[in-house]
């Protein structure tokens, strides 16, 4: 599978919020179909029937993703997360991913405990 440049996001205006800069790296939804393997329609179909990665669409209606809710949704449906996303997921995000695929705080919590028991006994 091919590398997958993450696109920046620009300027957009939304009708409720005025004009905003909104910062980060964001998957197209033709960028996302290459990372699933399927046609773009089948992304779109997926969004229609709301099986699709968490998104948002633009003033002209592209869809966008975030490459961290691309990555959970890849993960919740036992897919390989590809290293395109990987790539594009910020160190906090990176950090999340890896707490979550552990069973979440509490898990790495009680994991944590036990070798510091371990390591004093």
């Known amino acids: 599978m091919s590398t ?3 696109r920046r996001r620009g300027t957009f205006y939304s009708p409720r919020l005025g004009a905003m800069r ?12 290459a990372i699933c393997d399927v ?3 089948t992304i779109h179909n997926w969004i229609d029937k709301g099986r699709g990665p968490e998104h948002f669409k ?17 993960r919740e449906r036992g897919m390989p997360v590809p290293q395109s996303v990987l ?3 910020s160190p906090g995000d990176r950090a999340l991913l ?3 695929a552990r ?19």
């Open 4 to 6: 997958l440049p993450a």
């Open 22 to 33: 909104v910062m980060g790296k964001y998957f197209t939804g033709s960028e996302v179909a």
């Open 39 to 41: 046609d773009l329609k």
């Open 58 to 74: 633009t003033p002209g209606r592209h869809l966008r993703f975030e490459p961290v809710k691309v990555a959970r949704w890849l």
């Open 87 to 89: 790539d594009a997921l």
């Open 98 to 100: 890896a707490v979550e």
């Open 103 to 121: 069973g979440g705080l509490d898990a790495v919590a009680e994991d944590e405990g036990r070798r510091v028991l371990a390591g004093a006994g």
